[in-house]
Structures are given as structure tokens and as C-alpha cells.
Nanobody
Framework: QVQLVESGGGLLQAGGSLALSCAAS????????MGWFRQAPGKEREFVAA???????NYADSVKGRFTISRDNAKNTLYLQMNSVKPEDTAVYYC???????????????WGQGTQVTVSS
């Protein structure tokens, strides 16, 4: 059974930094396509970033240059480093996983429960 557990969310000021973690069980992050999504109040869930088995990365234009997705194979954990955050980054952030990189950014098979990130101006 695949489980993805996010942590690291919180409240921070605009311009600050925050690192999210996603601990995986039931799958190996180095053998899967992994991603991050977010959902702001009143909005649809949107793609943020993804990393392939070969560590190719892809980002939404809104976070490119500010957020970095990475993984630690030894810890079987996915990360999202968020820098220069803006109030519009406020959302629940979800970890996701899929067998295919082509799918993880659109309709991943597995989801975490989410962690709240709130950015004040």
C-alpha cells in the first residue's frame, strides 16, 4: 500500500523560504515519478513541480526559479524547497506519485493528505 506523508508546512512572510518533505512508503521514490501540486482556497488543484526517475525536473511557470524539487533516495523522501515566496503561494501542498513522468504532472495515481502553507504580505 502506497503512502505519502507531507510535512513542513506553516506560516511565513513574503520573501521567506520553506522546505516541504514527503515521506514515501510502499514505493521507492527513485523508481517512480514524483510531483507536487497545490490548491488555494476556491481554486482548482494545480501542478507545481515534478521529478522523473532520471531526475529530470519540470516546473509550473509560476514557481520556476523560486522552487526546487528534489529527492533523497536513502531516506525515500521527496522535497520541495520554496524560496522568495509570495502571498499567492498560499495553498495546501500535496505530494503525488505515479509510475510515469508523463502522468505525474496531470493525473497521478497516488496522493498525500496535504500540508498547509500560508504566506503573509
Amino acid at each position: 500500500q502506497v503512502q505519502l506523508v507531507e510535512s513542513g508546512g506553516g506560516l511565513l512572510q513574503a520573501g521567506g523560504s520553506l522546505a516541504l518533505s514527503c515521506a514515501a512508503s510502499g514505493l521507492t521514490v527513485s523508481s517512480a515519478a514524483m510531483g507536487w501540486f497545490r490548491q488555494a482556497p476556491g481554486k482548482e488543484r494545480e501542478f507545481v513541480a515534478a521529478i522523473s526517475r532520471s531526475t529530470y525536473t519540470n516546473y509550473a511557470d509560476s514557481v520556476k526559479g523560486r522552487f526546487t524539487i528534489s529527492r533523497d533516495n536513502a531516506k525515500n523522501t521527496l522535497y520541495l524547497q520554496m524560496n522568495s515566496v509570495k502571498p499567492e503561494d498560499t495553498a495546501v501542498y500535496y505530494c503525488a506519485a505515479d509510475r510515469l513522468f508523463s502522468t505525474v504532472s496531470s493525473a497521478p495515481a497516488y496522493w498525500g493528505q496535504g500540508t498547509q502553507v500560508t504566506v503573509s504580505s
